[in-house]
Nanobody, 128 residues
């Protein structure tokens, strides 16, 4: 099993940047595909970005392309979400998620149902 802890959220103004971090422990981090999801009040949880276990493949939601970047450092057991040009509609609780995949896998997933482990979430609020 892997345990995930997010950090880096906060209250910011429109247009600024934030970097979220998700620190993993308990198992071999490089064995897991990782994703960032978010959930706003009254809305379903949605994918923001995801990365394969090696970091060689990444995807981003259309709503954040060009503004958000996912990356991972397997040596530090951490996945990051760099968020630039934040907008009020980015306000949500942000979660990182993990699912274990085979050694040779390049799999990345956009559905929250494909992920087995979740952090507690970090609130991001963007004021206009």
């Amino acid at each position: 099993q892997v345990q995930l802890v997010e950090s880096g959220g906060g209250l910011v103004q429109t247009g600024v940047s934030l970097r979220l971090s998700c620190a993993a422990s308990g198992d071999a981090f490089s064995s897991y595909a990782m994703g960032w999801f978010r959930q706003a009040p009254g809305k379903e949880r949605e994918v923001v970005a995801a990365t394969s276990r090696s970091g060689g493949r990444i995807i981003s939601a259309d709503s954040v392309k060009g503004r958000f970047t996912i990356s991972r450092d397997n040596a530090k057991n951490t996945v990051y979400l760099e968020m630039n040009s934040l907008k009020p509609e980015d306000t949500a609780v942000y979660y990182c998620a993990a699912t274990r995949v085979p050694y040779t896998s390049t799999w990345i997933g956009t559905s929250p149902f494909r992920y087995d482990y979740w952090g507690q979430g970090t609130q991001v609020t963007v004021s206009s």
